[in-house]
């Protein structure tokens, strides 16, 4: 009924760049707050940045002033630039977003599938 569907993820090496992209689609009445996680081998999965629908936004502090997250109402797509990136940035990265579907009141929160950032030289 809702996707959210990441794509963007690669192998980079330390001190370039990616762009991660999630576009949600299907049923959608009204996409709240969008954000990325990402979670590395071992680890729990936790916050890199997030943007609500009027475009506030916030970072982890492992990320601040490198990373930038964005949204486009109109496509229903958030983007997560990353630049000066690290070994320890490596993780899968999820995309995470609060909804509400067509014909429901309430709001429920959905993941997309994940996408690999390998930053390594």
């Known amino acids: 009924q809702v996707q959210l569907v990441e794509s963007g993820g690669g192998l980079v090496q330390p001190g370039g760049s990616l762009r991660l992209s999630c576009a949600a689609s299907?049923?959608?009445?009204?996409?709240?707050?969008m954000g990325w996680y990402r979670q590395a081998p071992g680890k729990l999965r936790g916050l890199v940045a997030s943007i609500t629908s009027g475009g506030s936004t916030k970072y982890a502090d492992s990320v601040k002033g490198r990373f930038t997250i964005s949204r486009d109402n109109a496509k229903n797509t958030a983007y997560l630039q990353m630049n000066s990136l690290k070994p320890e940035d490596t993780a899968v990265y999820y995309c995470?977003?609060?909804?509400?579907?067509?014909?429901?009141?309430?709001?429920?929160?959905?993941w997309g599938q994940g996408t690999q950032v390998t930053v390594s030289s």
């Open positions: 995470n977003a609060g909804l509400i579907v067509l014909g429901s009141v309430y709001e429920s929160n959905y």
């Open positions: 299907g049923s959608i009445f009204s996409l709240n707050d």
